[in-house]
């Protein structure tokens, strides 16, 4: 599995099954890194599921959960063409969402979890937000503002530094993609 980011954990770990669980349950001598995979892919479930909702409606299946200490503060898909909004990325769908949640617009400590790498804009969001992580599944080799192009998250010139990785669940990603753009080729 082709694992990219700025972050050192092993993303390798099976999922424990309901996500929060293992963080909130695990003893305290615990290995931290494998727990934290295990949440990472049970959490990338859950923004795949939302992925597969944009795709129903005939939206760009990217799905995104934005998390703190194992609750789901946030979630949403990518809507641009129903929402008529340019910016409703399923990313700043969820950070909105979670934003308004706790009554903050920085969400100082939270994770979000996205099924594609991240574009410029959103990016941009995450560090606005002050986001403490972002794990993403598949790359996105044209738009993606992470780890294939602008390396957005990485500048140092910025006063927050999002830590990130890439490749969780990202053949799952990737075969929703490959499927949604099959179907609208062959409507
Ligand atoms: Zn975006």
């Known amino acids: 599995m082709g694992v990219v980011g700025n972050s050192s954990a092993e993303l390798d770990a099976d999922s424990p099954g309901r996500c929060g669980a293992a963080m909130s349950e695990a003893p305290g001598d615990m290995e931290p890194t494998v727990t ?39 979630s949403g898909f990518n809507r641009p063409r129903s929402a008529v909004d340019p910016s ?69 010139h910025l006063n927050h530094r999002v830590i990130w990785s890439g490749g969780v669940l990202a053949e799952h990603s990737g075969a929703l993609l490959q499927d949604f753009f099959k179907a609208r080729r062959g409507a």
């Open 88 to 156: 409703a990325h399923a990313e700043i769908v969820a950070l909105r969402e979670a934003a308004l949640a706790v009554g903050n617009y920085r969400l100082l400590g939270a994770t979000l979890f996205v099924s594609v790498e991240p574009c410029a804009m959103c990016a941009g969001a995450l560090v606005h937000a002050r986001v403490e992580r972002l794990v993403f599944a598949a790359l996105e080799p044209r738009a993606g503002a992470v780890s294939s192009h602008l390396q957005l998250l990485d500048q140092a």
């Open 36 to 74: 934290q995979a295990g949440e990472d892919r049970c959490w990338m479930w859950r923004a795949l599921e939302l992925a597969r909702r944009g795709a129903a409606v005939g939206e760009v299946p990217v799905g995104a959960v934005l998390v703190r200490d194992g609750q789901l503060l946030g």
